[in-house]
């Protein structure tokens, strides 16, 4: 149910939500939803990009503790080659207002639109800059998402998913050229897909010598 509200005058039981990974062209995407405790504030929140490394860790383990409730859910990478990035970001957001074990008033939604959800929710255009449930929301998504990339990066070495978190970088597309994809990377995403034919046409002529 999405709402046409003053999300400001709404104070208890807000879900703040976001997401992480739609640009990348491996791995999942990660989303959030955090409920703060008026009684426990956080100080320091903000949009994860503009936080440091050491200062995105250290909230993280601080939403962890002090929320009233927090989840941390994700779309794989075959549900967003079958649903398309958005859809499959949408279905990751309704995974994390769903995982909360406390049901939000409201769920406000980082972006310009929200994900079919059972409580009323209302887009917030640059919210993780201007909500502190949806700035905690981006934190812990993108901590969440940063560790996994580089827990990859010691499954597949050579590719740098610890630096560059998956995004289309000319290191990373200079690696999937040299490389080829792996079991990881999104076959629905343009450089991805022409990295497959590619690999496939040198299958094909080195069958044929």
């Not at 703060?36 to 903000?46: Q, V």
């Amino acid at each position: 149910m999405q709402m046409g509200l003053d999300y400001t005058l709404v104070e208890d039981l807000v879900a703040g939500v976001d997401e992480v990974g739609r640009g990348p062209l491996c791995g999942a995407v990660v989303t959030a939803a955090v409920i703060l405790d008026p009684n426990r504030p956080i100080l320091g929140l903000n949009d994860s990009k503009k936080l440091t490394e050491a200062k995105r860790e250290k909230l993280y383990d601080e939403i962890c503790e002090k929320a009233l409730s927090w989840c941390i859910a994700r779309a794989e990478v075959d549900e967003i080659d079958e649903l398309n990035i958005l859809h499959a970001t949408m279905l990751a957001m309704q995974r994390a207002v769903e995982g909360l074990h406390v049901t939000p008033k409201l769920a406000l939604i980082d972006g310009n639109r929200c994900p079919e959800l059972a409580v009323p929710s209302a887009p917030v255009v640059q919210g993780d800059a201007k909500v502190p449930a949806i700035a905690a929301a981006s934190i812990l998504a993108k901590v969440s998402r940063d560790r996994e990339m580089a827990a990859f990066e010691l499954i597949y070495p050579g590719y740098g998913m610890g630096g560059h978190k998956g995004y289309p970088t000319a290191a990373h597309l200079e690696a999937l050229a040299r490389l080829g994809p792996t079991p990881i990377h999104r076959r629905s995403f343009a450089p991805v897909r022409q990295a497959y034919e590619a690999r496939a046409m040198l299958d094909a002529d080195l069958a044929d010598s």
